[in-house]
């Protein structure tokens, strides 16, 4: 199987398990399209987490592929304590205790909950969802350090199931000690991305944020899961603290209504195109696929209009973590991609370009005149009207790359940087290729070694048309003031078909 480097625009996160730390299985599911490898921290151990990072990135190197890796914190989430005698059935109307007392075990329905903190924020009225909002109580009184609840909704109780207050402001830390622990390991084994659940406010991302600078590694870049109601009400503050955001629809689903999550999904894309910064929809994309070979048609069109709606990357979680058909839903994912993408092109992409044209005025108020905005808009516009065969960016930080990305042009993106980090972030943006290039001083120098680097990768011949973008002088980050129509050949840096005998580079004259 050839990964194609221009067909499949939009990013596909897997989440790595037992069924994919296979060697050859992870192999197979980069070359059918695998861009970003999630490290689930609230699953496994380090050793093992260590060897399949390693895993990765080995075998992304021997199949020419960047692919980043994203390490995800299990976060402050709340779990029933061990039961015996489970599961507990219950019924509407029964009452039920629960306690952080470490002698309950669910005896006389008096059930451990090992949260002090998160009990002592619940208040009277208050409703608390179990497993997913499968079950559901409301609290009706307070005895001492308990919690006394009513059962709206009955079921079966099990060990570890979790507990949502979706009604109540939580003062418990955004960060547990495990958390810690493992932002230092991510740290430590040089991960692209680091993604914090259950973000409340843009200071929990300050908090994480102060973490990683003073265990030396400031430059990580965060991703902000959005799956709390507070997060939904204080998105603007949590987009401009973050790098990336992911959607995440399954406890998103339990804080809101579920006839919510399609439109807070909508709008939390929507912003994150207009600032330019990569964002995820993860959740049941492919659920049906961790039994079948095949998904259902509604989950065909879950991905098709996620795309639709501008999302930089969908997600597989189980899918791929557990199920029997890892390679076969990388595979789908990226087949049913690829179609909505042709007809986003084609019948949905004008309609975006004028909202987001309308919206650059509030987006850039205070620099109506930025530079690289309105070069990356015309390399985009231009690109399209020439039918040009790659948009051509050098980029230190990939800030230029993002920038023209999010204008969703018809034409691949193919981002030259010195910066091997910026290289494997870039992996989760859309239609963005990176490549790493040897250092240049010189606008002619630029032009050559990435022409030669991109002939060489047979991503351009003889005679394609470029829309080259770069700041002048180099270093300059978010300063994209060059651009260049480029006919490959023109400047004798690749040979003419036929001449490749009696060529020699210009280097190397």
């Known amino acids: 199987m050839v990964r194609k480097f221009d067909v499949k625009r939009t990013k596909i996160?897997?989440?790595?398990?037992?069924?994919?730390?296979?060697?050859?299985?992870?192999?197979?599911?980069?070359?059918?399209?695998?861009?970003?490898?999630?490290?689930?921290?609230?699953?496994?151990?380090?050793?093992?987490?260590?060897?399949?990072?390693?895993?990765?990135?080995?075998?992304?190197?021997?199949?020419?592929?960047?692919?980043?890796?994203?390490?995800?914190?299990?976060?402050?989430?709340?779990?029933?304590?061990?039961?015996?005698?489970?599961?507990?059935?219950?019924?509407?109307?029964?009452?039920?205790?629960?306690?952080?007392r470490k002698d309950?075990?669910?005896?006389?329905?008096?059930?451990p909950l090992p949260h002090p903190d998160f009990l002592a924020d619940i208040r009277e009225g208050h409703r608390l969802l179990l497993d997913d909002g499968n079950l559901e109580f409301r609290v009706i009184a307070r005895q001492g350090d308990d919690l006394v609840c009513e059962v709206v909704v009955g079921g079966e109780l099990r060990s570890r199931k979790g507990v949502s207050?979706?009604?109540?402001?939580?003062?418990?830390?955004?960060?547990?000690?495990?958390?810690?622990?493992?932002?230092?390991?991510?740290?430590?084994?040089?991960?692209?991305y680091v993604a914090m659940s259950f973000v409340r406010s843009a200071n929990d991302l300050r908090e994480l944020r102060w973490l990683c600078k003073h265990l030396g590694k400031e430059e990580v870049a965060l991703v902000a899961k959005i799956e709390k109601r507070e997060a939904i009400q204080s998105f603007s503050e949590i987009l401009e603290a973050t790098d990336a955001v992911m959607v995440a629809r399954g406890d998103l689903g339990v804080e809101t209504p579920a006839e919510a999550v399609p439109i807070h999904q909508k709008e939390i894309i929507r912003q994150c195109n207009e600032a330019g910064k990569p964002v995820i929809t993860a959740t049941q994309m492919l659920q049906s696929m961790v039994d079948n070979p095949r998904p259902t048609r509604a989950e065909a069109s879950d991905v098709a209009n996620a795309i639709f709606d501008g999302t930089d990357a969908v997600m597989l979680s189980q899918e791929t973590a557990q199920g029997e058909f890892p390679v076969q839903a990388v595979a789908t994912m990226a087949t049913i991609a690829v179609m909505a993408e042709k007809h986003f092109a084609q019948a949905i992409r004008p309609e975006r370009g004028r909202w987001l044209e309308a919206a650059l005025p509030d987006l850039f108020e205070e620099?109506?005149?930025?530079?690289?905005?309105?070069?990356?808009?015309?390399?985009?516009?231009?690109?399209?009207?020439?039918?040009?065969?790659?948009?051509?960016?050098?980029?230190?930080?990939?800030?230029?790359?993002?920038?023209?990305?999010?204008?969703?042009?018809?034409?691949?993106?193919?981002?030259?940087?010195?910066?091997?980090?910026?290289?494997?972030?870039?992996?989760?943006v859309w239609g963005v290729h990176p490549m790493i290039v040897p250092q240049f001083t010189t606008i002619d120098e630029m032009i050559e070694r990435i022409v030669?680097?991109?002939?060489?990768?047979?991503?351009?011949?003889?005679?394609?048309?470029?829309?080259l973008v770069a700041g002048v002088p180099f270093g300059m980050a978010g300063q994209a003031n060059f651009l260049k129509i480029h006919r490959v050949g023109e400047s004798q840096e690749v040979p003419a078909p036929g001449m490749a005998a009696n060529l020699t580079r210009p280097d190397q004259r």
């Open 367 to 428: 620099d109506l005149e930025n530079i690289s905005i309105a070069t990356s808009r015309a390399a985009s516009l231009i690109a399209d009207l020439l039918n040009a065969r790659l948009i051509v960016t050098a980029s230190y930080t990939g800030m230029t790359a993002r920038l023209i990305a999010r204008t969703r042009p018809r034409t691949s993106i193919l981002c030259a940087t010195t910066n091997e980090q910026t290289s494997r972030r870039l992996a989760m």
């Open 165 to 192: 207050a979706p009604e109540s402001k939580l003062k418990i830390s955004a960060l547990t000690p495990k958390d810690i622990e493992d932002v230092k390991f991510a740290l430590d084994v040089g991960v692209d």
């Open 452 to 467: 030669v680097a991109a002939h060489s990768a047979r991503m351009v011949e003889h005679g394609d048309t470029l829309v």
């Open 104 to 111: 309950a075990d669910g005896t006389n329905l008096v059930l």
């Open 13 to 100: 996160v897997c989440t790595i398990g037992p069924s994919s730390s296979d060697e050859q299985v992870l192999r197979e599911m980069i070359r059918v399209g695998m861009d970003v490898a999630r490290i689930n921290f609230s699953h496994g151990d380090h050793e093992t987490h260590r060897r399949n990072i390693e895993l990765v990135r080995r075998i992304a190197v021997e199949e020419n592929a960047v692919v980043a890796i994203m390490g995800d914190l299990q976060g402050p989430k709340i779990r029933l304590g061990k039961l015996t005698n489970e599961p507990i059935p219950i019924k509407k109307g029964d009452h039920l205790t629960l306690t952080a």
